[in-house]
């Protein structure tokens, strides 16, 4: 996956980064910051990953972080992390289920 053109179609989504685990970077759509955020998201999924199969989780598929002015839904993708920017008081859970849908076909 490279191509984030597909999000276009999601109302909810302001925002979105693809990137490595290490925090490289591959493509950005409306994210002033993207380099940043890809390396937050890199290095914060790196974590919660190894946190997860201490604890006998598996594999780290997605988290979802969110304050009082913003949210941020990462799923991880053939070991990539999309980090989309979500409008506030959109559900997370909604554009997940849509994500798994579009990223399968």
């Given amino acids: 996956m490279s191509n984030l053109s597909f999000l276009a179609n999601y109302p909810e989504v302001r925002s979105a980064v693809l990137g490595s685990l290490s925090g ?3 493509e950005v759509v409306n994210e002033p910051d993207g380099e940043a955020i890809a390396a937050l998201v890199g290095f914060t999924s790196t974590l919660l990953g190894d946190a997860g199969t201490t604890m006998g989780l598996g594999e780290l598929r997605r988290f979802h972080i969110s304050g009082p002015e913003a ?3 990462v799923t991880i993708v053939q070991s990539k992390a999309l980090s ?3 409008v506030p008081n959109k559900s ?5 289920k849509r994500l798994d849908a579009d990223l399968r076909r």
């Fill in 71 to 73: 949210s941020r839904l």
């Fill in 24 to 26: 490289a970077v591959y």
């Fill in 92 to 96: 997370a859970a909604a554009v997940a």
């Fill in 84 to 86: 989309l920017s979500l």
